[in-house]
């Protein structure tokens, strides 16, 4: 299958990503069915659809006519045969385990065109894992996009083990015609680029809390008004949400090693059920409005200190041939809208500045934090 050629696409499932996505491909000139379960949901996606692209229409980015145009290019469905019946692409986006994605490939193969390709949009899950369950692996990709899809830019192209070379050019070149920034991860590898950097800096953070380096604030503030990054590392975990930190990490965990155990204190939030903005409470409490950060409280804290570790996350995902370094750095930007890449941030700061730093917790903490070899070399 040609990206040129495709017209039609399914959906399956219009939760928080279904919806967004099917909205982004609707608003792109693709005709898109929409499965999920119930009416109801179903309901509520296109509802939620056309409010979106009603507050694109306020900012001017869509005209008024487009509206409708979009949403009469979408249509729903609760039968899984009639949404993938005619499509050239099936974008999975159910939710995140493997017996039901596995289930749902399985039927998604019996039911579309032989030339379709299969996408899942799972963040945790191995792409390799969910194409055994249908014959023709080298269909099956991995295309993830980022929360909430109409807004951000990145989308991360995986190809499982024995994905062919055409479904990765399809599923690039189909991301492009999103006007989206496709970025490459070359091995099935677990988070992927953009959660495996940045979840472990949301681990590190909250060790360094537990174990009575820095405070909650102090950390927060420093990231946000020193280190510019949209929000620290506390509020960005309320905000992901205490269950899904905690998920990503038990995979990592379990795939990459004991480094990456969730702190105590996530574990502790996790297990008391409080999950962040979603349950009113995490790091922060919510049921007083959004934290204030002010900008005094970081004055003391030593930015370097977080950023070494996740550049050396940075470093090890190419080292290990996940995604090459100007892919890194683009998909940390558009992905986590960090103000500079990894490796830009590695530049500017001094690679023997961040090998110091990584050294001296390395020395304290054990040898998950030992800089990896790429950091030497880079220039
Ligand atoms: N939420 C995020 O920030 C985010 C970001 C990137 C990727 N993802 C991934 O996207 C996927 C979906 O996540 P979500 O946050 O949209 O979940 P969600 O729970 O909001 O939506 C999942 C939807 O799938 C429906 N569903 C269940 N079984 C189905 C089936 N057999 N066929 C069709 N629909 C079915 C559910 O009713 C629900 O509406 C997961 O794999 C998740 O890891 C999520």
């Known amino acids: 299958m040609k990206v040129e050629d495709l017209r039609k696409i399914a959906v399956l499932g219009a939760g928080v990503m279904g919806h967004g996505i099917a909205q982004v491909a609707a608003v792109a000139g693709y005709t898109v069915a929409m499965r999920d379960i119930s009416e109801e949901i179903l309901e509520r996606a296109v509802g939620n659809i056309r409010r979106s692209l009603e507050r694109l229409v306020r900012r001017g980015r869509l005209s008024e006519g487009d509206v409708e145009a979009t949403l009469s290019r979408i249509r729903t469905t609760l039968d899984l045969r009639e949404a993938v019946g005619d499509a050239g692409l099936v974008i999975e986006a159910v939710p995140e385990r493997l017996d039901l994605k596995k289930r749902v490939f399985k039927e998604v193969e019996e039911a579309a065109p032989e030339r379709a390709v299969l996408a899942s949009n799972t963040s945790s899950l191995s792409i390799t894992e969910i194409a055994e369950a249908v014959e023709d692996p080298g269909r099956v990709v991995g295309m993830h996009f980022f929360n909430p899809p109409v807004i951000m830019r990145l989308v991360e192209v995986v190809p499982g083990e024995r994905t062919s070379r055409e479904t990765v050019e399809f599923a690039l070149g189909f991301v492009k015609k999103l006007g989206k920034t496709p970025v490459l991860v070359k091995r099935d590898s677990p988070g992927f680029i953009v959660n495996r950097v940045l979840v472990p800096y949301l ?177």
Request: charged letters at 30%; glycine letters at 10%; a negative charge.
């Open 203 to 379: 681990n590190e953070a909250a060790k360094m809390v537990d174990r009575g380096e820095a405070e909650v604030l102090e950390i927060d503030s420093a990231m946000q008004f020193k280190a510019r990054f949209p929000m620290g590392p506390f509020l960005l975990s309320d905000l992901i949400g205490i269950d899904i930190v905690h998920h990503i990490l038990k995979v990592f965990e379990e795939k990459l090693g004991p480094f990456y155990k969730p702190s105590e204190s996530i574990e502790r939030l996790y297990r008391e059920g409080k999950l962040g903005r979603k349950t009113g409470e995490g790091f922060y409490n919510y049921r007083e409005g959004r934290p204030q950060v002010p900008e005094e409280a970081g004055r003391g804290f030593d930015v370097n200190r977080l950023l070494a570790l996740m550049v050396n996350e940075a470093a090890k995902v190419v080292s290990e041939g996940v995604a090459e370094i100007e892919d890194v750095d683009t998909a940390m930007k558009l992905g986590a809208n960090l103000p500079e890449g990894p490796f830009e941030a590695a530049r500017r700061i001094g690679v023997g500045r961040l090998t110091e730093v990584l050294r001296e917790l390395e020395e304290r903490y054990g040898e998950g934090y030992a800089p990896s070899p790429l950091l030497s070399s880079l220039k």
